[in-house]
């Protein structure tokens, strides 16, 4: 994790320049904890200091040095019933339309159980981009506007890497899960907005805790010149 997290601490630099007037932002959102305070619940300051910008009440999220090799962010909930979520948002609450675009995470559940992520539109979570579902089972659903599929298994403690990449223009992603192409060029379906936010989370039947690191959303054609050429 900490390849990435340097290459994107890297870009932010670039992208502090950009967001200053020069263009787009090259990074939107880099959230991999490692200044945040340690056993603490995390704040809700947003993408500009890698944090949240709502928490679901009843929704623990604790920066945590263990168990991945850097600060990772800690999400369990107090009680069952309800979907539970931290809310990641891109800097200057942007919601991405057209180009190429990158979101990759890491994640490590602690047990087979029920969790989620959800890539939505900015300020709302009506239009699905790409909603995983983790199941007791130990399947991984993939779904978004159209009907969902399985794309993989996990196993409780294993580190899970992935990695979206949008074409935005086109209207459809590719999906990478622990470095394999496991959806190419799918249609997500969602014809009249963009891309605006990250929500990592727990389902109502979740009673367990899962981690998530290194949450970053770049636009790659701005930062490598090339599109995905440079993120085989």
């Not at 007037?21 to 619940?41: K, M, T, W």
Request: hydrophobic residues 45%; glycine residues 12%; proline residues 6%.
């Amino acid at each position: 994790m900490l390849i990435r997290s340097g290459l994107c601490m890297i870009c932010l630099s670039f992208a502090s320049a950009v967001f200053a007037g020069a263009g787009p932002n090259l990074v939107l959102l880099d959230a991999n904890f490692n200044d945040r305070p340690l056993n603490a619940q995390i704040g809700t300051g947003g993408a500009v200091v890698g944090e949240p910008v709502s928490l679901s009440g009843g929704l623990s999220a604790v920066v945590t040095p263990v168990p991945l090799p850097t600060p990772s962010l800690r999400l369990s909930q107090a009680s069952t019933g309800s979907a539970r979520f931290a809310t990641f948002e891109f800097l200057g609450g942007e919601e991405v339309q057209s180009g190429a675009l990158i979101v990759f995470f890491v994640l490590r559940p602690a047990a087979l159980d029920r969790f989620l992520v959800s890539v939505r539109e900015n300020n709302g979570a009506s239009r699905n981009f790409g909603d995983l579902t983790f199941l007791s089972s130990g399947s991984i659903v993939l779904a978004d506007a159209n009907p969902g599929i399985a794309i993989g298994n996990y196993v409780a403690g294993q580190t899970l890497v992935f990695e979206f990449r949008y074409d935005m223009d086109a209207g459809t992603y590719d999906l990478r899960f622990n470095g394999q192409l496991v959806v190419n060029d799918r249609a997500h379906g969602v014809p009249d907005r963009g891309v605006g936010s990250v929500l990592i989370g727990t389902d109502p039947a979740s009673a367990s805790q899962w981690f998530l690191d290194d949450l970053s959303v770049t636009r790659p054609e701005g930062i490598f010149g090339n599109g995905f050429e440079d993120t085989p």
